[in-house]
């Protein structure tokens, strides 16, 4: 299994839709988790940090699962900008410097 | 503008070429990282540094060094690439440890032939 696991889509959204993936995690007592977003192998970029009491920020909100290790990210009235590759991050307990990353769920969203 | 810049963003080269690819950042960060990502792979940690003069192993160091002689600079050297380091690479850099947001470059991709 995976250390951290990604559907990889791709999710083929409508434009102003609704939508909302998964990522799961396979070490109980990880620490921090992110959400990142990487625009058509570009470098990725932080999208939002996902607190145990869940995050929003505008659109976006990430929810964090610990009884069943997995973040969520939701997307609400999607653009067509917020097509790309969403990437699941999560820092393992005990380390300070090691990043785990999910392979990335593709969202295309449509006109 | 803060940003961490690497060079060169494309390369072809032979196998058993040496070869380095750049890093700086200006954001005066003290931590630093190289990764690879590949197809179907989510990114994975080649070597990371804490500070100048201290570096360490990541997840996948075989093949690759790096050094750490000044705050700014992260260079990752291949002494003898080898086809399956064909990849696209990039370099990091944060403020702080893991838990803290990373700056990315833009990019090395790497083809060996």
């Known amino acids: 299994r995976k250390e951290v696991e990604q559907d990889p889509g791709p999710f083929n959204v409508p434009e102003g839709a609704t939508v909302a993936f998964n990522c799961t995690y396979s070490n109980s007592a990880s620490q921090s988790f992110f959400w990142y977003r990487q625009d058509c192998r570009k470098e990725p970029k932080l999208l939002m940090s996902v607190y145990s009491s869940g995050n929003e920020d505008g659109r976006f909100t990430a929810q964090l699962n610990r009884a069943s290790q997995y973040i969520s990210l939701l997307i609400r009235d999607s653009k067509l900008s917020d097509s790309a590759t969403y990437l699941c991050v999560v820092n393992p307990q005990g380390s300070n410097y090691q990043l785990i990353w999910g392979a990335g769920t593709k969202l295309i969203i449509k006109p | 503008e803060a940003q961490v810049t690497q060079n060169p963003r494309y390369l072809i080269t032979v196998t058993g070429k040496k070869l380095t690819v750049t890093c700086s950042q200006n954001?005066?960060?003290?931590?630093m990282s190289w990764y690879r990502q590949d197809p179907g792979l989510g990114l994975r940690q080649i070597y990371y540094s804490m500070n100048v003069e201290v570096t360490d192993k990541g997840d996948v160091p075989e093949g690759y060094k790096v050094s750490r002689k000044e705050k700014r600079n992260f260079p990752l050297i291949l002494e003898s690439p080898s086809p399956n380091q064909t990849s696209l690479y990039f370099c990091?850099?944060?403020?702080?440890?893991?838990?803290?947001?990373?700056?990315f470059g833009q990019g090395t991709r790497l083809t060996v032939v």
């Open positions: 954001m005066n960060h003290e931590y």
């Open positions: 990091a850099s944060s403020s702080g440890p893991a838990n803290t947001e990373a700056f």
